[in-house]
């Protein structure tokens, strides 16, 4: 599609973004709900349990639920107003199309069908079948994210599918799967409690996943020593044991140095390398000349605060190393996943109580999405599409011929690539914000400006869909019945709380409704949710991420099931590796060599400063449902330049000065917040945020080579002070940023 | 030993009030001439009332905090600084007592429903209490059978014919009054009835009864001119007595309870003004954020309040922790218990 | 007041070392039934350009509290489980006394309102048994509500202190916070 039919100013002037506040006493009815709902938050991997209050088939509060395992009624600041996505002026409530010069306005299901249908079939029959690509994402459930799959390969017959989970964790899984043939955390969150050490590498955790601060101070209740891996000084990290400021991009030398002190200080369980693990020698070589002191030179860390932290995890007799998007979203991500997980398997603490390792995974159901086969490269249950058994299993349970069954395709950003370049043609997308969330943002507008054809699926206009032809109105997590699976690995039940409001419609619903006019309703047929995960359970039979003995009687009746649960009468897997047998090829865990490579980008004269991005506690990634939440909104208006006084002094930098950042990408307007907190050599700017507020304006879209992640955390930036101080935050009206 | 001295002095200052008050009484009625012997009761109960509020005023006034307040506007008054905010009031005045602005922000139906009661109240006020201490009385023109005379205090103050728009509107005022503080109270009492949060601090005499005395002032009320206008006297004499004792019981319960803030209110206006001659002196910046955080004058009023008190924020430096903004406490505060857990050894555990 | 099966064994226990400034708190005490959509917790950063460090204080409901005493308007009371009101709103004028004279910068006035609020420690929730709403949701332990046992269980080497000490006023309170295993009391000067 061309650019938009009207300026971004009008859209939002109509859809939004706008704030939406709770009445002064509450919503009507919250004191004589008609319902209370026991499901789960909409938000990020830790899933946590929330009741919800339904008066009149609208979501008016919430009540905290205080059995549910994980969280037992805690939540964070998105999770007490996530109330406040349902009942929100902004929401769509029925199909709307582009209308050139006006905007959007109305069209009926009928029309809006045809239309997309029509389309996909012009550009397939003109282009070629993978000219149509789709996006996903994964804050959709599990039954939702097994249909996109199943929708592109099936029904539309294009290879071209992926998912924002590729924005995500892909490099932790990535690396989980060369280690131990497997996807997921090896432990749930109550195994942190008698760990004597923890290592929590890019991951703020306080602010990301603030539920998950309870099992790590618990820990420490106990006496455990926390070693935080982070550039800057986050909550956890103002009182960590030891925080290793590391320089953005660095972070496989530091794994290194400390694996070979690991070695040279023999601090190892030989009996764990020598019989359940392979791969160590050749791993060894690689760090063989990684010193404290080139560390020290490398990462930018004191050579004493390496040592501490080596010597730390060296002798502890229980450990839990966790880590997220801070050491995955590089050019690298996989290497520096390899890098921690080396660490793990040389000292044997794992699969033991109070022993464990894992990714903190981002999105709702970055999880359980990453296992049903909406990524380009997979199937259901984890198996692999170019994989010939794999491919014959799954062509059965969905009752085609393999040879239809479309092969690898390409990956969310490459999808972007391919787009610019013109070969793909036409886009879908559900549950995904690329204009805010991929990196060079500039590039990927051109892009959506390329399409002949796009249609989105959502229930807020967001960003990228600004661009669509066609918007079909869909649903709220809280308005279909599913499953999740949570960072833990524990398959729990998303609640239908209520209906979709006006003409808008379940995604679900949705998507069988196009796959019957794409011709395919016999394969499409489904009298509920339930009946899609049992089809699901059936497809991920067999695989590494086994559901089939998982019902939904069972999830409720436990409060979620952990995966891998092969049969009914399988109590389901909280630890993984128990019976050390691991699941790669040769039944071992695997010691990759990760040796440390520079970063897609590296700063020069002309671009002096490094830029890392990351988020803050009360936006949740792209923003589609936080920015149009008041309160969310209020407690962090805008976004910063965090800054070390000693840069600021070199550049004559004042407090609240707008700054002009740019890289060889793009440029935008910051104000400064001088911190102490931050390296000197680096600068940090969150990246919810659209338009001329976006931080992935000026990030780089180079792609680790085996996960395709794109490298957010590391690049080269230039400052120029603007010589004004920004007006109060509270102005600055960035949720709507243009 | 305090309070004991501060009754005595109410007890006189109210007795002396009332008895000017009676006095008054016998001004205004011309000797009892003008006064309605029918209406004695609500006399006594308005009398006692005075004397209630006056003896609670003046308690109230000799409390340090308010005492500080009073001072304050007393020298405003002397000094004649009182003048240079005269607009300031008078405008305070209409928007805070006369439309009590200051409750629309906290939600509109509560603001409509409380100005429906204030107006209500009011005018019912200003009409029975002249009423009742023989101030006011009708007469028919002399010579004439359809014109009415009105008499304040022995005086003349208009004229209206018998079936005026003004006849109509002068003798069922009180009707007006009554329906207007019925339905505000309803609000109130709907509301006091449903939402948590009251019903969780609310309690039965503070809150509920004055509600439910006002409906039943009103509603017997009412009741007593439909008994006479529409049901030839009706329990008449039965509904009289009751009304009665709601009124006394009104009266009675002013200086007690929640009515007392009609007498109470004014005080907002007395702070305001404080406040903006405290600003015209300057303001505190806390040691801490470095910003303003209130008035010089306040902080210092303040600071000689709390020791008068018993409470001394003094530190040995010669400092006081009044000099920290309610956020510069509660950093300090922060910082000092970093410093204890550190000294501990041990932040968690 | 009226009607209550105020829990009196269990207690509010504050941490502020480990508050990660999240704000759930805040967003949790609008939803609370007393005060309405104005929180009345308050989180802040203790010194931002030098440290993350974030502070939480909710009302300490003091033995003696100081706000009630400075209020020309008698607007604050205690009941008789220790919980310090908020301002009664037909009394209270707004002047601010009780927010500058808190020890413990608890008070709010809203201007807007021309009356000041403060935590009522959830009243219509521990009224009737609940926990507040801040504890309940404060994913740090920054802020705990439970019985002395439940805590010293949980946290072992640490004493719950209500005395605090601001230079040569000695408050107490019902609120404790927790500090070094032994601990008397909270000097702050």
């Known amino acids: 599609m061309a650019k938009l039919p009207v300026s971004a100013e009008k859209i939002i002037e109509d859809f939004g973004p706008h704030l939406n506040y709770s009445p002064k006493e509450g919503f009507d009815g919250r004191d004589e709900p008609d319902d209370v709902v026991k499901t789960h938050c909409c938000f990020c991997g830790m899933q946590c349990g929330i009741q919800l209050l339904v008066k009149s088939n609208k979501v008016v509060g919430f009540e905290p639920w205080m059995e549910f395992p994980f969280n037992e009624g805690r939540l964070c600041p998105k999770g007490v107003q996530r109330y406040l996505q349902n009942n929100h002026p902004d929401r769509l409530l029925g199909p709307i199309k582009r209308v050139e010069g006006k905007g959007f306005e109305s069209t009926s299901w009928d029309e809006a069908m045809d239309k997309t249908v029509s389309e996909i079939k012009r550009i397939q029959e003109k282009y070629g079948k993978d000219a149509f690509s789709i996006l996903s994402g994964v804050s959709l459930t599990n039954e939702k994210s097994y249909l996109m799959g199943k929708f592109a390969r099936v029904a539309v017959k294009t290879k071209n599918l992926d998912y924002n989970g590729r924005l995500c964790m892909v490099s932790a899984g990535a690396g989980n799967k060369k280690a131990f043939g497997l996807d997921r955390a090896s432990n749930n969150y109550s195994d942190l409690e008698y760990a004597e050490v923890i290592i929590v590498a890019g991951a703020n955790i306080s602010e990301t996943f603030p539920t998950l601060t309870h099992w790590i101070w618990k820990a420490r209740d106990r006496g455990a020593k926390i070693i935080v891996i982070d550039p800057r000084m986050i909550p956890l990290a103002r009182t960590a044991d030891v925080h290793l400021d590391v320089k953005p991009?660095?972070?496989?030398?530091?794994?290194?140095?400390?694996?070979?002190?690991?070695?040279?200080?023999?601090?190892?369980?030989?009996?764990?390398?020598?019989?359940?693990?392979?791969?160590?020698?050749?791993?060894?070589?690689?760090?063989?000349?990684?010193?404290?002191?080139?560390?020290?030179?490398?990462?930018?860390?004191?050579?004493?605060?390496?040592?501490?932290?080596?010597?730390?995890?060296?002798?502890?007799?229980?450990?839990?190393?966790?880590?997220a998007r801070g050491i995955e979203h590089h050019s690298k991500g996989v290497d520096?996943?390899?890098?921690?997980?080396?660490?793990?398997?040389?000292?044997?603490?794992?699969?033991?109580?109070?022993?464990?390792?894992?990714?903190?995974?981002?999105?709702?159901?970055?999880?359980?999405?990453?296992?049903?086969?909406?990524?380009?490269?997979?199937?259901?249950?984890?198996?692999?599409?170019?994989?010939p058994e794999h491919r014959k299993y799954i062509a059965d349970v969905w009752g085609i011929d393999e040879k239809d069954m479309p092969g690898k395709g390409l990956s969310a950003y490459e999808i972007i690539e391919a787009i610019h370049r013109g070969e793909i043609k036409g886009l879908?997308?559900?549950?995904?914000?690329?204009?805010?969330?991929?990196?060079?943002?500039?590039?990927?507008?051109?892009?959506?400006?390329?399409?002949?054809?796009?249609?989105?699926?959502?229930?807020f206009l967001n960003e990228t869909a600004r661009h669509a032809d066609i918007i079909l109105a869909g649903s709220l997590q809280e308005e279909e019945e599913g499953t999740t699976t949570s960072a833990e690995g524990r398959v729990i039940r998303i609640r239908q709380a209520v209906t979709p409001p006006g003409d808008a419609r379940t995604d679900t619903s949705i998507i069988l409704e196009l796959a019957k006019r794409l011709g395919e309703e016999d394969k499409f047929t489904y009298d509920s949710s339930e009946a899609i995960f049992n089809e699901l359970r059936v497809a991920s039979k067999g695989g590494t991420a086994d559901y089939n003995g998982i019902t939904y009687k069972r999830i409720e009746d436990n409060m979620g099931i952990f995966w891998p649960c092969p049969t009914e009468d399988h109590p389901g897997t909280p630890r993984l590796w128990e019976d050390k047998k691991f699941k790669t090829p040769d039944g071992k865990a695997h010691f990759n060599p990760a040796p440390y490579k520079l970063p897609g980008e590296v700063i020069d004269a002309d671009y002096p400063v490094i830029l890392t991005t990351g988020r803050v506690v009360s936006q949740y990634l792209s923003g589609t449902q936080t920015r149009r939440i008041g309160k969310l909104v209020d407690q962090f208006p805008e976004p910063l330049l965090e800054i070390h006084p000693t840069l600021a002094k070199q550049y004559g930098i004042q407090q609240r000065e707008l700054i002009k950042v740019s890289t060889r990408r793009g440029e935008g307007i910051f104000p400064a917040n001088i911190v102490e907190t931050i390296r000197e050599d680096t600068v940090f700017i969150p990246y919810h945020w659209s338009g001329k507020k976006s931080a992935n304006l000026l990030t780089p879209g180079t792609l680790d080579p085996i996960s395709k992640i794109p490298e957010f955390k590391v690049c080269a930036c230039h400052l120029e002070p603007m010589k004004e101080i920004a007006p109060p935050s509270k102005e600055s009206k960035a949720y709507a940023s243009v | 030993m305090k309070n004991r001295t501060f009754n005595t002095k109410a007890s006189l200052i109210a007795t002396v009030l009332s008895i000017f008050s009676v006095i008054l009484v016998f001004l205004g009625s011309r000797n009892l001439q003008n006064f309605d012997a029918a209406l004695i009761t609500y006399l006594f109960g308005t009398i006692f009332a005075f004397f209630g509020i006056v003896y609670r005023y003046s308690v109230w006034l000799q409390r340090p905090p308010t005492w500080i307040y009073f001072k304050r506007g007393i020298t405003y008054l002397v000094t004649g600084k009182v003048f240079s905010h005269f607009w300031f009031a008078s405008k305070e005045t209409i928007e805070n007592i006369a439309f009590q602005k200051f409750i629309y922000p906290r939600g509109k139906y509560r603001w409509?429903?409380?100005?429906?009661?204030?107006?209500?109240?009011?005018?019912?006020?200003?009409?029975?209490?002249?009423?009742?201490?023989?101030?006011?009385h009708f007469t028919m023109a002399p010579n004439?059978?359809?014109?009415?005379?009105?008499?304040?205090?022995?005086?003349?103050?208009?004229?209206?014919?018998?079936?005026?728009?003004?006849?109509?509107?002068?003798?069922?005022?009180?009707?007006?009054?009554?329906?207007?503080?019925?339905?505000?109270?309803?609000?109130?009492?709907?509301?006091?009835?449903?939402?948590?949060?009251?019903?969780?601090?609310?309690?039965?005499?503070?809150?509920?009864?004055?509600?439910?005395?006002?409906?039943?002032?009103?509603?017997?009320?009412?009741?007593?001119?439909?008994?006479?206008?529409?049901?030839?006297?009706?329990?008449?004499?039965?509904?009289?007595?009751?009304?009665?004792?709601?009124?006394?019981?009104?009266?009675?319960?002013?200086?007690?309870?929640?009515?007392?803030?009609?007498?109470?209110?004014?005080?907002?206006?007395?702070?305001?003004?404080?406040?903006?001659?405290?600003?015209?002196?300057?303001?505190?910046?806390?040691?801490?954020t470095g910003e303003e955080y209130a008035t010089n004058m306040h902080i210092n009023d303040l600071k000689e309040v709390t020791k008068e008190l018993g409470f001394d924020f003094s530190m040995e430096d010669g400092g006081s922790h009044l000099d920290l903004s309610p956020e510069g406490k509660r950093s300090r505060l922060a910082q000092a218990h970093l410093k204890a857990r550190v000294a501990g050894g041990n932040l968690f555990g | 007041m009226n009607y209550t099966s105020f829990n009196t064994n269990e207690e509010f226990f504050v941490d502020m070392q480990r508050c990660i400034g999240c704000k759930a708190c805040e967003m949790a005490c609008a939803e609370c039934e007393t005060n309405g959509q104005d929180s009345m917790i308050h989180v802040?950063?203790?010194?931002?350009?030098?440290?993350?460090?974030?502070?939480?204080?909710?009302?300490?409901?003091?033995?003696?509290?100081?706000?009630?005493?400075?209020?020309?308007?008698?607007?604050?009371?205690?009941?008789?489980?220790?919980?310090?009101?908020?301002?009664?709103?037909?009394?209270?004028?707004?002047?601010s006394n009780c927010v500058i004279a808190c020890p413990f910068g608890v008070p709010k006035k809203i201007e807007e309102y021309d009356l000041m609020m403060k935590c009522t420690m959830c009243y219509d929730r521990t009224s009737v048994g609940k926990k507040p709403m801040c504890a309940t949701v404060c994913p740090s332990g920054a802020l705990f509500y439970g019985t002395k046992a439940e805590i010293e269980e949980m946290r072992p080497n640490s004493t719950p202190v209500n005395t605090f000490v601001f230079g040569k006023e000695i408050v107490n309170t019902k609120v404790n916070i927790m500090m070094p295993k032994g601990s008397t009391e909270l000097i702050i000067y």
């Open chain 1, 249 to 323: 991009g660095t972070d496989s030398a530091l794994y290194g140095a400390m694996l070979k002190y690991l070695v040279d200080h023999d601090m190892l369980d030989h009996d764990f390398i020598d019989n359940y693990t392979s791969g160590f020698d050749v791993t060894l070589d690689s760090v063989k000349d990684y010193t404290l002191e080139w560390a020290e030179e490398i990462t930018g860390i004191k050579k004493e605060k390496i040592k501490e932290a080596a010597e730390l995890w060296g002798k502890a007799k229980t450990s839990f190393l966790l880590h």
């Open chain 1, 336 to 387: 520096n996943v390899l890098g921690c997980i080396n660490l793990v398997l040389a000292t044997g603490r794992i699969g033991k109580p109070y022993c464990g390792y894992g990714t903190i995974t981002g999105q709702g159901n970055g999880q359980g999405g990453r296992e049903h086969g909406h990524k380009c490269d997979q199937l259901p249950g984890n198996r692999d599409i170019e994989n």
């Open chain 1, 428 to 459: 879908l997308s559900i549950c995904f914000n690329p204009l805010v969330s991929l990196p060079n943002s500039n590039y990927v507008r051109e892009a959506l400006e390329k399409l002949e054809f796009y249609v989105c699926i959502d229930f």
């Open chain 2, 112 to 136: 409509v429903a409380h100005f429906m009661i204030a107006i209500g109240c009011t005018s019912a006020f200003l009409i029975t209490i002249p009423l009742t201490f023989g101030w006011i």
């Open chain 2, 144 to 288: 004439s059978i359809s014109l009415y005379e009105a008499h304040f205090f022995g005086f003349k103050v208009m004229e209206f014919k018998l079936d005026s728009i003004m006849a109509f509107l002068t003798f069922h005022a009180l009707n007006w009054s009554s329906y207007l503080v019925i339905l505000g109270s309803l609000y109130y009492l709907r509301r006091r009835l449903t939402n948590p949060g009251l019903i969780a601090t609310q309690t039965f005499e503070g809150d509920l009864l004055p509600l439910i005395l006002l409906i039943a002032i009103s509603a017997t009320g009412l009741a007593l001119t439909y008994s006479y206008q529409f049901m030839k006297g009706f329990a008449y004499d039965f509904l009289a007595v009751i009304h009665a004792v709601t009124v006394i019981m009104f009266l009675i319960w002013i200086p007690f309870g929640k009515f007392f803030h009609i007498i109470q209110r004014p005080a907002q206006i007395g702070a305001h003004i404080y406040k903006k001659e405290g600003m015209k002196q300057g303001m505190a910046v806390c040691k801490h």
């Open chain 3, 44 to 95: 802040n950063y203790v010194d931002r350009a030098s440290t993350v460090q974030t502070t939480v204080q909710v009302c300490m409901h003091c033995e003696d509290p100081v706000c009630a005493s400075v209020c020309p308007a008698d607007a604050i009371s205690k009941d008789e489980f220790g919980i310090v009101h908020t301002a009664n709103t037909e009394r209270c004028i707004g002047c």
